[in-house]
């Protein structure tokens, strides 16, 4: 199943309307992601070799993100 049918079609416009996107129930549509970390900072460089995986969701305002590191 491609991703964009994992949403219902009537959760589909709602993400456009920035007044109301936040009140969408994260179970009614697919939001996964698999961020990349890369830096030169060698206090942050342990990042460069993780491996995470997580979950994002509307927020008012923008998106947040439940990221966890893979072991």
């Not at 179970?27 to 206090?43: C, I, K, Q, V």
């Amino acid at each position: 199943m491609p991703v964009g049918d994992r949403t219902p079609p009537e959760a589909r416009d709602a993400p456009a309307d920035p007044d109301e996107r936040h009140r969408i129930d994260p179970a009614d549509y697919y939001f996964r992601t698999n961020p990349l970390f890369e830096t030169g900072a060698e206090p942050y460089a342990w990042l460069n070799g993780t491996v995470c995986v997580g979950s994002g969701y509307l927020v008012e305002g923008g998106i947040a993100y439940k990221v966890c590191r893979v072991l």
